[in-house]
């Protein structure tokens, strides 16, 4: 089985505009008079590789940690396209694809309101990007409040140089916190090749 880590480094990766940027603090160090390293991170949940949960554009949706595992796991498709995809474009793709969806643009795949809108018609688990954000900039608000009003994960930040189009399975899991809504994540995508 092929692995590959579609995730970002943390410290290196794109950060949104008006975001802080992540900073590593050395709490304790071997050698300064203590037997271990020890560190804290403070961070934006939206640095990186990471899941927006509904409640980040709708203030009744589920928080990062009421949402289902399964969301996070299971067959994918990962489809190159560039630039903004609509709802035609979204009719389209959807027959030929799994319940989770990754766009692969090179930092600029991002969703219309009608795409958002044709996703979640169609019951998609999972949708992502290797951009900073499904949205485009000019219209961040609307399809991620429709993506967020049918309970579908957005996973953003995604690192995808080598990885061809076609169907994997994901592992995308984000951490447990009650509240948040939104959470850095550890992606994976497993590929068995044919003949193995």
């Given at each position: 089985?092929?692995?590959?880590?579609?995730?970002?480094?943390?410290?290196?990766?794109?950060?949104?505009?008006?975001?802080?940027?992540?900073?590593?603090?050395?709490?304790?160090?071997?050698?300064?008079?203590?037997m271990y390293?020890?560190?804290?991170?403070?961070?934006?949940?939206?640095?990186?590789?990471?899941?927006?949960?509904?409640?980040?554009?709708?203030?009744?949706?589920?928080?990062?940690?009421?949402?289902?595992?399964?969301?996070?796991?299971?067959?994918?498709?990962?489809?190159?396209?560039?630039?903004?995809?609509?709802?035609?474009?979204?009719?389209r793709l959807?027959?030929?694809?799994?319940?989770?969806?990754?766009?692969?643009?090179?930092?600029?795949?991002?969703?219309?309101?009608?795409?958002?809108?044709?996703?979640?018609?169609?019951?998609?688990?999972?949708?992502?990007?290797?951009?900073?954000?499904?949205?485009?900039?000019?219209?961040?608000?609307?399809?991620?409040?429709?993506?967020?009003?049918?309970?579908?994960?957005?996973?953003?930040?995604?690192?995808?140089?080598?990885?061809?189009?076609?169907?994997?399975?994901?592992?995308?899991?984000?951490?447990?916190?009650?509240?948040?809504?939104?959470?850095?994540?550890?992606?994976?995508?497993?590929?068995?090749?044919?003949?193995?």
């Amino acid at each position: 089985m092929l692995l590959y880590d579609i995730s970002r480094e943390v410290f290196s990766a794109p950060v949104y505009d008006g975001d802080p940027k992540p900073k590593l603090t050395k709490l304790s160090s071997i050698g300064d008079d203590s037997m271990y390293n020890l560190s804290a991170v403070s961070m934006c949940n939206h640095t990186g590789t990471h899941i927006d949960a509904p409640l980040h554009f709708d203030e009744d949706g589920a928080d990062i940690a009421s949402m289902r595992l399964s969301q996070f796991c299971g067959k994918c498709t990962v489809v190159t396209i560039d630039g903004i995809l609509t709802g035609e474009d979204m009719e389209r793709l959807l027959p030929l694809c799994q319940k989770r969806l990754i766009l692969h643009g090179s930092g600029k795949a991002f969703l219309s309101v009608s795409a958002a809108r044709v996703i979640a018609d169609n019951k998609l688990l999972l949708v992502g990007t290797d951009a900073v954000s499904i949205a485009p900039p000019f219209d961040e608000a609307a399809p991620h409040r429709a993506l967020a009003a049918a309970g579908i994960a957005v996973l953003e930040g995604l690192y995808l140089e080598g990885v061809e189009d076609g169907d994997y399975k994901l592992a995308a899991f984000p951490l447990k916190m009650k509240g948040c809504e939104a959470s850095p994540c550890r992606a994976v995508l497993m590929h068995e090749p044919k003949g193995y």
